[in-house]
Structures are given as C-alpha cells and as structure tokens.
C-alpha cells in the first residue's frame, strides 16, 4: 500500500511541472491576446476576440482531447502526404502543456486587458512625452501597476489550472490523478487514494495562495488593496 503512495508522491512532482509550463505559456499568451484587443488594428482584434470566445466557451476536456487526439491525425496525416512512412505520436506533457496553457491563455487575455484598461491613459501619454518608447514605457510604467490590478483574475486562474491538470490524465500522463486511479483499481480503495490526492492538490493551491498574498501586499504598498 505505501508504494502506492510514494507513486503518487512523485506523480504530484510531474502535476507541477505541467502546472508550472502550462502556466507560462498561458502568461505569454495573455499578454500576446490582450496587446491585439488594445491594438485598435481590427484583424487583430478579431483574431483575439475569437480566441477568448471560443476557447472559453468550449469545455477545457474537448479542446484536450482534440489538440491530442487530432493534432496527432492532423500530423501523420501532413506525413502522408508528403510521401514519408513515418507516424508521430505527441508526447502526452507536451500536449498537456500546450493544451491547458493555450485554454487558460484566453482568460489570462481577459485578466490583462481590464488589468491594464485599469491604469490612468494619462501616465502613458507621459512617458512617451518623456522620450520612452511603447515597450520601455510598458516595462517601466504599466507592468509594474499591471501586476496589481491583474492579481486577484490572475490567482484565480492560476488555481483553476493547477485543478485542470488532472485532465491529463486522460491522455496518458502518469500525473498524480492518473497514478491514483491505477492504486484505486489495483487495491480497490479510491476513497483513500483519491483523498490523499485531493490532499496534496489543497496543499499546491494552499502554497500558492500564501505567495501570492505575499506578491499582493509587495505590489500594494501604500494602496487599499483587496484580499485573494
């Protein structure tokens, strides 16, 4: 029985790895998302508004499924016709990765967009009268103001995709849910395993709420600032 738990143990270990990438990629593409909503060019305002409507409208098991199951035909497929007897097969972390980055991408999209729809017009207008140009004035006046207004949407969203990368489990990836399922059915216990999982998924979000307060607090000095 206690091997089952030190499997899990170390399942946990590739759960934050995929929470952590996945995470990065949904960062990027919130910042790419919500620079096309606020650019004013209409084609890229477009392509962004589809995104995030599309995506958050389409449960997040779907799009996993379809990035894994049908990037796969889509690819053997493109080998296919190019004349190569070669298959490929995506790599179930990287699929994850990709798929839960690019699903929470759109609603990071929305979180930096009211984030820096927040900030006064009047202190870019500034900087640029100063001689910055857009991206020194971003980096030097809007990040650092972003970061507070975005904190409360982006927490949420960070505990949401921690939760979702159980999904992973369903392609293969030997996560901690999927290692859970394993000691359930091999031991015929899923209330013990599935609780200890749930254990450790309160324990990743408990953690990640003490440092973000922290972050919030540092980003909040001298300002009335609202509790995550």
């Not at 980096?139 to 990368?165: D, E, S």
Request: net charge positive; proline share 3%.
């Amino acid at each position: 029985m206690n091997s089952y738990y030190v499997a899990i143990l170390q399942g946990s270990v590739l759960t934050v790895g995929v929470s952590l990438c996945a995470l990065l990629v949904s960062i990027v593409l919130g910042l790419l998302g919500a620079a096309a909503k606020l650019s004013g060019r209409p084609v890229l305002v477009a392509i962004s508004t589809t995104y995030t409507t599309v995506i958050r409208g389409v449960p997040d098991l779907v799009v996993m499924l379809l990035v894994f199951y049908g990037g796969t035909i889509g690819l053997n497929h493109l080998l296919e016709l190019a004349g190569s007897k070669k298959t490929v097969d995506i790599n179930p972390f990287l699929a994850g990765v990709l798929t839960i980055g690019f699903i929470y991408g759109a609603y990071m999209t929305e979180t930096f967009r009211g984030a820096i729809l927040s900030i006064p017009k009047g202190q870019m207008e500034a900087a640029w009268a100063f001689g910055m140009g857009r991206v020194r004035a971003f980096v030097r006046i809007t990040a650092p103001q972003m970061v507070r207004y975005a904190l409360p949407g982006f927490t949420n969203n960070w505990l949401v995709l921690i939760k979702a990368t159980a999904l992973v489990s369903l392609i293969g990836l030997k996560e901690m849910t999927y290692l859970s399922k394993q000691a359930s059915a091999a031991t015929r216990s899923p209330f013990e395993f599935f609780l200890f999982t749930a254990a450790l998924f309160l324990i990743y979000t408990s953690i990640s709420l003490f440092v973000l307060r922290k972050i919030n607090a540092r980003y909040s000095l001298g300002t009335k600032r609202g509790e995550l």
